[in-house]
């Protein structure tokens, strides 16, 4: 899943939510110079990346999409899921999505200073463009997509992607949204532990 996901799946504990979406960026036992909320928050992020990867439910999703993507595709099903839980966000907050990433935008900036440098960069750009809001968006989607394309060895398959998308659409919610259920239980099962 990705970064919208991560952070929902964090609870309400802002040091949390912090080292959530930092994971990816934090490497090996780097996560040793946070904050101990922080430090929960990023090892939350690496049990939350493990659930998803070794799911059955999100490998019989990202198999759609192995003829264009391969390896990757279950990178871009991460960015899939992230739009799913945004369409169905209702479904999981009494709060509007537009609503949540605000408060989010605040929680991220007002601790600025505590970020990767990597994440410092492209923070701004994130915010700005209410990239998180966007993911409910096919549209939204496929800028992401393309933006990964561009930075980073994802094939550039952003128009193939899309197609699938749609083509499957129904299944892919489906999957996702009992494949998020299960999420919700692993994550919360962890919080209790970390608080």
């Known amino acids: 899943m990705n970064f919208l996901a991560h952070l929902y799946l964090s609870g309400d504990n802002t040091g949390i939510q912090i080292g ?59 960015v899939f899921y992230d739009h799913f839980l945004g369409v169905n966000w209702s479904h999981f907050s009494d709060v509007s999505l537009s609503q949540y990433v605000s408060a989010v935008h605040k929680t991220l900036l007002r601790n600025y200073f505590k970020l990767p440098a990597n994440v410092k960069r492209f923070l701004p750009f994130m915010v700005k463009s209410r990239r998180l809001e966007t993911y409910a968006t096919k549209e939204g989607i496929k800028r992401s997509l393309e933006i990964m394309a561009n930075y980073s060895s994802l094939p550039a398959e952003t128009d193939w992607a899309m197609e699938q998308m749609d083509l499957h659409y129904q299944a892919l919610n489906d999957e996702f949204m009992a494949f998020f259920q299960e999420a919700r239980i692993m994550a919360n099962e962890e919080l209790q532990l970390a608080l």
């Not at 101990?36 to 490998?59: A, E, N, S």
């Open 20 to 78: 959530n979406f930092i994971g990816d960026h934090v490497k090996g036992r780097d996560y040793e110079k946070y904050a101990p909320t922080i430090r929960q928050g990023i090892l939350l992020h690496r049990k939350i990346d493990h659930f998803t990867d070794t799911h059955p439910l999100v490998k019989q999703s990202a198999r759609k999409l192995n003829d264009g993507y391969g390896r990757y595709s279950g990178i871009v099903m991460d």
